[in-house]
Nanobody, 125 residues
Framework: QLQLVESGGGLVQPGESLTLSCVGSGLHLAQYAIGWFRQVPGKEREGIASINIYGTPTNYADSVEGRFTISRDAAKDMVYLQMNGLVPEDTAVYYC??????????????????WGQGTQVTVSS
């Protein structure tokens, strides 16, 4: 079964940083455009960052622009989301998603074919 696996979530205080990781299970992430999404109960899944197979260009939602950075490590076949300056409003389940394409990534969840199970990020004092 082709899927993605997220890790790195946890509980942090406001202002702190956290790095999420995404790895492929049964697939090579290097061949996939990747997006990071987050969702809180009762709200739609929000696209926050995307990256293509070449590592650039990247795309960010306004809510995270300047604080979050998406990147990929071809050697490790992983994608990361570095999150700085976390605020309570960043609390959510975070997902990575992938689509097998050499094109640009997207912040629209319906564009992606493969998803992870999510990792919880809680920002609270």
């Amino acid at each position: 079964q082709l899927q993605l696996v997220e890790s790195g979530g946890g509980l942090v205080q406001p202002g702190e940083s956290l790095t999420l990781s995404c790895v492929g299970s049964g697939l090579h992430l290097a061949q996939y455009a990747i997006g990071w999404f987050r969702q809180v109960p009762g709200k739609e899944r929000e696209g926050i960052a995307s990256i293509n197979i070449y590592g650039t260009p990247t795309n960010y939602a306004d809510s995270v622009e300047g604080r979050f950075t998406i990147s990929r490590d071809a050697a490790k076949d992983m994608v990361y989301l570095q999150m700085n300056g976390l605020v309570p409003e960043d609390t959510a389940v975070y997902y990575c998603a992938g689509r097998h394409t050499s094109g640009r990534g997207s912040l629209h969840p319906e564009w992606y074919d493969h998803w992870g199970q999510g990792t919880q990020v809680t920002v609270s004092s």
